[in-house]
Each structure stands twice: as structure tokens, then as C-alpha cells.
């Protein structure tokens, strides 16, 4: 699936009215049979609504659901956002229609127009949708911040009213919507957290858009899902052999933090790599034999931390991080592994706050290495963001600036790539939110670099199934109980759910 602007969208809806070809007000009736047929099928059968509308196609949508809800015997009110001008085509055709049922018509010209909302209606947002382009204000804004003061149940259709689809809309007016009803595709502004009060639950509804116009679209932001990754995961040959699925290492722990380099070294090894070297200090050399016993181990310099490498044999990928603390020497400890390696690199947690502390070493990143940072790591790499928007974009300048992979870590990670695409995760859940899932990912990342995909495929099928292992995990435990070895245990099952998808 791909993710498109609210231009692309609008295009879809023409190229779509063209080729199939549809009238747009039969479009328009499609997608508001989509949004009445949820209502019916998520509880809302029975109830009354009060239904804001705007006189474009936002609103257009809103009359049209008005008249479907009237028609099924449901008590409707319509509040009309009233400026003084018809409003378009298609809007016209739909409030002609809605007079011929018993609907209560209202249309709000002040603020004095605007009625109470009565506590058991739901509210429906019709008013904007996608095509704003300046902040909220004036009668718009007083009716939005009336339906946020009720304690109604709000579903907003197609985008919460005051919500930029592409952009951020921080400290905006938008409506907060306990459901928000879009059609066929993600918008960005789905993707950030500073937008989840706004949206609550969301909800795609497939409306038929005509399939052949996304391949005529140049789009840097993709969806992750089952199908891309099952076409970049290799069927293992019957012949195989160890040596096929490469040689990974692993440079992680210190004292009191080996267990942040054991959940990596058990997670690379479920990723299917065929063999794995630990590189720990001299402290974690037992933990790391009797937790992760098919790891080979290799004790460096340095009690409690390492100090410093012996040598990097020729892996097949490198992971760099877990566990590993902040402490003087790891400056130079970096600047060897990047000037020395000769394989690829993925790049965490500590070793990025090391980084991040000295700025220096951004410069020596070899080309095509992955880092997995979280949103506060990667403000102390590049600096910060005004908001979630800017900051998904910092990262894909970055990516393409310093030539490598940037894992943005959140409920929809976002892995973006040197060529300047964004693709964005569609597995996972807030359970995932605990102590030792990022050491998880990054193990699955180095393992899957090691058995010889590209950093954009190890990244990409890495997040995936590091959220599918999350999500069942799970479903089998809970998202409050969910601690990072259960999606290490899950991952055999999700590399089972991948290929019967």
C-alpha cells in the first residue's frame, strides 16, 4: 500500500471518475455507503446523530451519510457551516436529496447559530476534510471547539476538521475524534504521534478507487506490509548449509547491562543467520556462554566495559550498540570500527549517544550502514524538530545526506533510505513500548544484513517482523504483560505467519 498526499488522493478520485468511468457524485455516494455500513457494523446501529458539514466534499459526504441514516430509520440533525455561497455540485445534489427525507436541516451562519448538542448523539464531522490549507479560525473554529467541549462519541470522516493531511498541524484547531472513516490509502498526518488525540481510532475504507493509477505514480512513501516483505525473504535451498546464511558480529554489554546484549544475540540468532560472534568484556563472558550457548564468544579489553577491539575478523554484518554504556574510550572504540570494518554496520543505542556526543564521527559512517534510533537519539544526531512532521523529514535528508539507512523507531517506524524513500511500518503495538525490544530489533537487523540483504530489505523486513513477533506475542500474553523475550519467542511464528500470508 501506498501512502499519498491529499493532491494524490484528489487525483485518484479524477482518475478514477475518468477510467472506470463513475460520476462524482456516485463516487461520492460510494464512499458514504462505505462510512453508513461501518456505523451499522461497529455499534452505532440505533442511535442519533447530529452531522456537521461544511458545503464542499466533506460535506457533500456528510449529507449523503445523512440521508442513508434517515432512510434506515435513525433520528438525524444536519448543521450546515453557512457562508453565503451554494457550495459545490455535488454537495447540492446531495442536500436536494437529504430535503426529501425527514432530517432536521440547520445551518450555522454565527455563533449565536450554533445549537447544544444533545449527550446521546453522535457527532459526525463533515466539515473540511483533506482540503485545508490555512489554520482554523472564526466561525469554523468556534464550531469545532463547541463539538470538543461535548462528551459526545465524534467520528470524523475522512480527516478530523483542522488536521493538514501532509503537514503538522501542532497547536492547530482540529477536531478530536474518538474514530476517524478515511478511504483506500494512509495520509501521513495518520502516522505521528502528535496527531493520535485528533484521529483516535482510524479506520481505511476501501471505496473502490480505480487500481491502474498507482502505477503511474512516483511515490517515496511506501507501506509495509505482508506482501513486500514476503517478496524479500529468500525460501532457504534443501542443500543449505550454515555458511549460506552468513557470519555475524556483535559488539554489546557492560556491567549491569548484558542482558541488553543477550535479547540482541537471541534475536539475531532467530533471524536466521547462520553463525554469531559476541564481542564483550570480560564480565559478560559467562552470561553470554549460558544464555546464548549457540553464540561464539570472544572476551575483549576492558572488566567492566570494552575498552577496545582485538581485531574485526570479515564478518558479513556488524551490530553495534546494546548494552554497551557511555565511557570515554568508545570514541576511539567507533572510530576503529568504522575505519577498520569491512562489512555493513547497524548502529544502536548507545553507540548512537555516543555519536551523538561526539559529532565528529557522523563523518566517518561508512556508506550503507543502518542506524535504529529512537526519536530523542535521533535529535541528539541531527538536532531537533519542531514537530513530528519535520522530523520524519530530518531523517530522509539525513538518510540521503550520509548515505545510510535511518530506522526511526515509533508505532509506525519508519525506515528511510539513501535514495529518499520513507516506508513505513504497519506492525506493532503499544506493548512493544518496554525495555529491551530495541536491543530485539537491532539483533534482527544485523542478522538479516549478515545472511545478505541490503541494508533498505534488512531494515525493512527487520521492523516488520519485529512487530508481527510483537503482535502475537501479544495476543498470547497481553500488551501491559509483553516484555522484549516474548517477541523473541514469537519470531519463529511470525516467520510461519509470513509465509502462509
Known amino acids: 500500500m501506498q501512502i499519498l498526499t491529499a493532491a494524490q488522493i484528489r487525483a485518484w478520485d479524477e482518475y478514477t471518475i475518468r477510467e472506470e468511468p463513475i460520476a462524482s457524485i456516485d463516487l461520492m455516494e460510494r464512499a458514504s455507503r462505505a462510512c453508513f455500513n461501518w456505523l451499522m457494523e461497529h455499534g452505532f446501529r440505533g442511535r442519533s446523530f447530529n452531522i456537521f458539514c461544511g458545503k464542499g466534499s466533506n460535506g457533500g459526504d456528510g449529507l449523503a451519510i445523512a440521508r442513508f441514516l434517515a432512510q434506515s430509520d435513525h433520528a438525524v440533525i444536519v448543521s450546515i457551516l453557512e457562508f453565503g455561497h ?5 454537495f447540492q445534489v446531495n442536500l436536494a436529496r437529504l430535503h426529501e427525507t425527514h432530517v432536521a436541516i440547520r445551518f450555522i451562519s454565527s455563533a449565536d447559530a450554533i445549537h447544544p448538542i444533545e449527550p446521546d448523539m453522535v457527532v459526525i464531522d463533515a466539515l473540511l476534510g483533506s482540503g485545508l ?7 469554523t473554529a468556534a464550531i469545532v471547539e463547541h463539538i470538543n467541549r461535548s ?9 478530523p476538521t483542522g488536521l493538514y493531511a501532509d503537514r503538522s498541524s501542532k497547536d492547530n484547531t482540529v477536531v478530536h475524534a474518538k474514530h476517524t472513516l478515511s478511504f483506500q490509502c494512509y495520509k501521513l498526518a495518520f502516522l505521528v504521534a502528535e496527531n493520535e488525540h485528533s484521529i483516535g481510532n482510524l479506520h481505511i475504507l476501501d471505496i473502490g478507487l480505480h487500481p491502474g493509477f498507482l502505477p503511474t505514480l512516483v511515490n517515496n512513501y511506501q507501506w509495509i506490509d505482508n506482501t513486500i516483505v514476503k517478496a524479500i525473504i529468500r525460501p532457504r535451498r534443501k542443500f543449505s548449509h550454515k555458511g549460506d546464511f552468513g557470519h555475524a558480529g556483535l559488539i554489546a554489554g557492560s556491567a549491569g547491562m548484558m542482558g541488553a546484549a543477550t535479547l540482541s544475540a ?13 564481542h564483550v568484556p570480560a564480565i559478560g563472558y559467562t552470561i553470554m556462554q549460558v544464555c546464548v550457548p549457540e553464540a561464539m564468544c570472544k572476551v575483549e579489553t576492558g572488566h567492566d566495559h570494552i575498552q577496545s577491539l582485538a581485531d574485526l575478523q570479515p564478518y558479513d554484518a556488524l551490530g553495534i550498540g546494546p548494552g554497551l554504556g557511555l565511557h570515554d574510550s568508545h570514541r576511539l572504540l567507533l572510530s576503529y570500527i568504522f575505519q577498520e570494518g569491512h562489512c555493513p554496520l547497524v548502529i544502536d543505542a548507545d553507540a548512537i549517544n555516543i555519536i551523538g556526543q561526539n559529532p565528529g564521527l557522523l563523518h566517518q559512517l561508512p556508506p550503507g550502514t543502518i542506524i535504529t534510533p529512537h526519536v ?7 538536532g531537533k524538530a519542531e514537530n513530528d512532521l519535520d522530523r520524519m523529514q530530518l531523517a530522509i535528508r539525513k538518510a540521503v545526506e550520509y548515505r545510510i539507512t535511518i530506522v526511526l523507531k515509533g508505532a509506525y517506524t519508519m525506515v528511510a533510505t539513501p535514495g529518499g524513500m520513507a516506508w513505513f511500518n504497519s ?7 518496554t525495555g529491551g525490544t530495541g536491543d530485539v530489533l537491532t539483533g534482527m537487523i544485523t542478522g538479516l544484513l549478515a545472511q545478505g540483504y541490503t541494508p533498505e530489505q534488512a531494515a525493512i523486513a527487520g521492523v516488520y517482523l519485529h512487530g508481527l513477533a510483537g503482535d502475537l506475542a501479544a495476543g498470547y500474553t497481553s500488551q501491559p504483560s509483553l516484555i522484549a523475550s516474548d517477541i523473541i519467542d514469537n519470531l519463529g511464528n511470525a516467520y510461519q505467519m509470513l509465509s502462509a500470508g
Do not use: Y
Open 133 to 139: 490549507n490555512r489554520p482554523l479560525d472564526g466561525l
Open 427 to 433: 506492525t506493532g503495538n503499544p506493548g512493544m513500548a
Open 376 to 382: 530523542k537519539e535521533l535529535e541528539r544526531l541531527f
Open 151 to 159: 462528551d459526545n462519541t465524534v467520528i470524523a470522516i475522512d480527516i
Open 266 to 278: 537471541r534475536a539475531c540468532l532467530r533471524s536466521g543467520v547462520g553463525k554469531l560472534t559476541c
Open 86 to 90: 451554494k457550495g459545490t455540485e455535488d
